[in-house]
């Protein structure tokens, strides 16, 4: 049962654009949603979080807006750059329930074209 | 503040081998966390620990694997009787915080290979 559902699995923007990826999650005792970055080779490197008390939050170009009443997420790149393009994952956690495991989508694969 | 630090980098051993993987947290954080990525895939969690206590175990955590963080520091995981499908990343992380939730950073991993 996969918990938290990504889309899309892979995605190509032009330099300059936005960049939208989206995730679905069924646990309604997730509370805890980080977006993370993976390099081939690397391991994630966290990006941004948000708690569902807030609809939206930004750090820098990157945004995540938040849905609890749909139960999405979404992440926005904003002027999308080469170095941008990575895989992104999309993770939920249930803090509150005391459970810190992280439950992650199967990613999103961008590329950033020139 | 160095990052947390991952010993082998790759691992290649025959099936049926016993394989011991080491991870170092950043330096004072007290939770760690073990995931497992294959190719393609978002990472899995297998287990945490606060301090030296395992506190969640996944399913995916066999009586093949067993993890220990014995001082509160360092923790190793090992994977006894090796098979082809525990190829894959092993990823580890650690957050700090005993009451809130902290970021969970993550080393680069040991890839391991099963001929």
């Known amino acids: 049962q996969q918990q938290v559902k990504q889309s899309p699995q892979s995605l190509i923007v032009q330099k300059g654009g936005i960049s939208i990826i989206n995730c679905a999650y069924e646990?309604?005792?997730?509370?805890?949603f980080p977006w993370y970055q993976q390099f081939p080779g690397k391991g994630p490197a966290l990006l941004i979080a948000i708690r569902p008390d807030v609809s939206e939050k930004k750090e820098g170009r990157f945004t995540i807006s938040f849905n609890k009443s749909a139960k999405q997420f979404s992440l926005h790149i904003m002027d999308s750059q080469p170095g941008d393009s990575a895989t992104y994952f999309c993770a939920a956690s249930s803090i509150g329930a005391g459970s810190y495991q992280l439950t992650f989508g199967k990613g999103t694969k961008l590329s950033v074209i020139p | 503040d160095t990052g947390v630090s991952q010993d082998p980098r790759h691992k290649i051993t025959k099936r049926g081998q016993n394989v011991t993987f080491r991870c170092d947290p950043i330096s004072e954080h007290n939770r760690l966390y073990w995931y497992r990525q294959t190719l393609g895939q978002g990472p899995e969690f297998l287990t945490y620990?606060?301090?030296?206590?395992?506190?969640?175990k996944s399913r995916l955590l066999s009586d093949r694997f067993s993890a220990e963080r014995p001082k509160g520091s360092f923790s190793t995981l090992e994977i006894q009787r090796t098979e082809q499908g525990d190829s894959a990343m092993y990823l580890c992380a650690s957050s700090s915080g005993q009451f809130s939730n902290q970021p969970q950073h993550f080393g680069d991993g040991t890839r391991l290979s099963i001929l």
């Open positions: 646990n309604t005792a997730f509370d805890y």
């Open positions: 620990f606060q301090n030296e206590a395992q506190l969640e």
